[in-house]
């Protein structure tokens, strides 16, 4: 086993009714980006995504495309592992609840239910929604348009009765109750606990967890005709994916409980109140935190199918680089709250900080070194105030923007790193080597040493989440694979006098503005 400090981070796993689109690849980057900072970092990571492909709503869109479940579910799952690929997801395992080992997993999960006493057989009358999967009390439903019953989310709903097991959801309320009061950061954002808090505290009725009017599923041990609801067939997905039920096996000693699930804000019930219950009843240990994020619009827009207005992620990365989206996406919102989406802002952005910013101050002081100092890394002479002031600040980076890291508040780190960007600018303009060429070589090369040395620091910073631009960048610096993790920052793996740098090339494009394009 690794002597590393471990760290399990796991996404949603996606319904496969639908194609992938900008919300997922957003959900997943938040965790990418988190996981990757991590291994930097010193930890062993574990960083799981998958698709959640059973359940009523994914049997009756394979039915609407003339395919069986399995058939269907193969095709979209493919696209999502597509998707993981195309945005450089570091996921160290893809689950799918069609294989064999969920099924026995969460098999086990059941029947230590059972065994504990917290399942019981009923039968269940009331509303249920196929599009949220989830059931509804009377209390929660709002009229539609024409006076429809429709669920709290806008979706249709029916009316269920069939014989169902139920799991003793009311027996959990004081537990969850004490657990978010002794816990604070159990949910995060802060208002979303308070969200979670006054739902449970509302009263929690008992759950229908097993469906007898369709098949697609997993199959509830010893009761023929039942299947499992797929929230508790999804949730366990974070236990199978790390051995379980197998409790004495190195991966699930070594990450379970996990660190964080990541989630929308819209299936945070699910995490923050269910699966602790399930957890909590089965004997299992509680994971430590359950981060929810916001919704995209698009151009002020709800992002629908129907509206035609869907992101595809795939278009994203092929208009403007895979690395402005991630930057992007995780820079221009605060991690938690609803964003919205639009080109402008994206190239606005993107042509500002990565463009400008950064890739001009990469670019400006190591062509200077190409040109001027015959690519080979000057020596420094002694350090003004100025120099050790800005070395100064970068040595310090790494625990303030770790910090913000620790609480997903991945704008903010970004926000941080580029602070420290644009006053690294401030000093190279200040310093103004280009005049010094032949008045004063020394502390031209000084000038320049010292901003490779920012530039390197903040490369190594910056890798997470513009993996590709990163290693083209510190390739160019001549930096070593291995001379790239956290360990390097600060004082004690200054940049190399006397390395040879060659002639170095933007990594970040410039985009036109939208109106431009058309
Ligand atoms: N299958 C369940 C999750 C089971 S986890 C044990 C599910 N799947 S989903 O495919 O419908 O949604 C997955 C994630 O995508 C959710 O976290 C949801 O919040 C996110 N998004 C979907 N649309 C979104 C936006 N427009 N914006 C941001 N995220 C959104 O729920």
Known sequence: ?????????????????????????????????????????????????????????????????????????????????????????????????????????????????????????????????VRDEAFYAEGELIKGEDGEKLAPTGAPVEWVEEPSYFFKLSAFEDKLLELYDADTDFVMPKSRLNEVRNFVSGGLLDLSISRTSFSWGVPVPGAEGHIMYVWIDALANYLTAVGFPDEQGDAYKTYWPADVHMVGKDILRFHAVYWPAFLLAADLPLPKRIFAHGWWTNEGQKISKSLGNVIDPFELIESYSLDATRYFLMREVPFGNDGDFSRSAFVNRCNADLANDFGNLAQRALSMIHKNCDGIMPTPGELTDEDTAILTAIDGLLPVVRNLMDKQAFNKALETIWKQVADTNVYFANAAPWGLKTSDPVRMGTILYVAAEAVRQLAILIQPIAPDAMEILLCQMSIAEEDRAFTCLGTGHRIKAGSSIPKPQGVFPRFQPPEDVE
């Open 1 to 129: 086993m690794s002597t590393k400090p471990s760290y399990y981070i796991t996404t949603p796993i996606y319904y496969v009714n639908d194609v992938p689109h900008i919300g997922h690849a957003y959900t997943t980057l938040a965790c990418d980006f988190m996981a990757r900072f991590k291994r930097l970092d010193g930890f062993d990571v574990m960083f799981l995504t998958g698709t959640d492909e059973h359940g009523q709503k994914v049997e009756k869109s394979a039915e609407a495309a003339g395919v069986s479940p399995q058939d269907f579910c193969d095709k979209v799952s493919a696209r999502f592992q597509d998707l993981a690929g195309a945005m450089n997801f570091s996921n160290d395992q893809f689950i799918r609840t069609t294989e064999e080992r969920h099924k026995l997993s969460v098999q086990a999960l059941w029947t230590r239910l059972m065994e504990k006493g917290y399942i019981y057989e009923d039968k269940y009358a009331g509303w249920y929604s």
